[in-house]
């Protein structure tokens, strides 16, 4: 089946996830159409992070995921990332012995022009400039800001159409928090759909279009930003 323009990118129907006999997550539908940025909230054992690593086919999952209307097959990370599903995960997955060139290099391993490798190197340090700076340097010697930096530069070097990002802020003091967030927002103004899971709700809230409201492995709602604070599950969780 060829994609589909007019579907959505990212369209998730059904999909469950379990650890062992364990259930993680429940049926849970998600659909993230082109330039949207859609948030995942919800308290810690919620199922968020979870819910992304069933979307790559980390976990072991039951439903369906379809990226331009074609649906991807089960347990294989290799194929959503080639229909441009990415994650940065939470707590960045650098290699930390490598240097930020080499993280770098390794988001766009499967690009073989090396004139595409150097546009979109330049297109990260628009984006970030000091890596520009850093890149003989460990990935593992560099502060938790800058491995944010690295982490999501690697992901944009795989050129993604859905950018699944968990717990950007994680770790991180507030102003490079803001300069995080600064970038994903100018990421997603550009086009960039994205799926942000963040603990820290007010930040997310300032950028989705929609918000999914997790709790105990189930979607207790989808709302948007505005009807967040009357909402009460959500209310309880954030704002008590």
Do not use: C, W
Not at 64 to 79: F, M, Y
Not at 103 to 119: F, I, Q, S, T
Not at 153 to 177: F, H, I, N, W, Y
Request: positive net charge.
């Amino acid at each position: 089946m060829a994609p589909d323009p007019h579907a959505p990118l990212l369209q998730v129907r059904g999909l469950t996830a379990r650890y062992g006999h364990v259930r993680a997550l429940e049926p849970t539908d998600l659909t993230v159409d082109r330039g949207e940025l859609v948030a995942i909230l919800g308290p810690n054992g919620a199922g968020k992070s979870t819910l992304l690593r069933a979307i790559l086919g980390l976990v072991a999952n039951a439903g369906e995921v379809r990226s331009e209307g074609v649906v991807l097959p089960r347990a294989d990370p290799v194929a959503v990332a080639s229909a441009g599903i990415v994650l940065v995960p939470e707590g960045r997955g650098i290699f930390g012995p490598m240097t930020v060139a080499e993280n770098l290099r390794l988001g766009a391993y499967r690009v073989r022009d090396r004139r595409e490798v150097e546009r979109r190197l330049a297109r990260t340090f628009e984006l970030f400039p000091r890596l520009s700076e850093r890149l003989g340097q460990t990935a593992g010697s560099m502060s938790g800001g800058e491995q944010q930096m690295v982490a999501i530069g690697r992901a944009l070097m795989a050129d993604p159409k859905v950018l699944l990002l968990d717990e950007p802020s994680l770790g991180l003091a507030p102003r490079v928090t803001a300069e995080i967030l600064e970038t994903l927002r100018r990421l997603n103004q550009s086009g960039l759909s994205v799926v942000l899971v963040e603990q820290k709700a007010p930040l997310a809230l300032e950028l989705a279009v929609r918000v999914h409201l997790l709790s105990l492995g189930r979607t207790v709602a989808v709302i948007s930003p505005d009807q967040v604070k009357s909402h009460d599950e959500l209310a309880r969780y954030y704002f008590a």
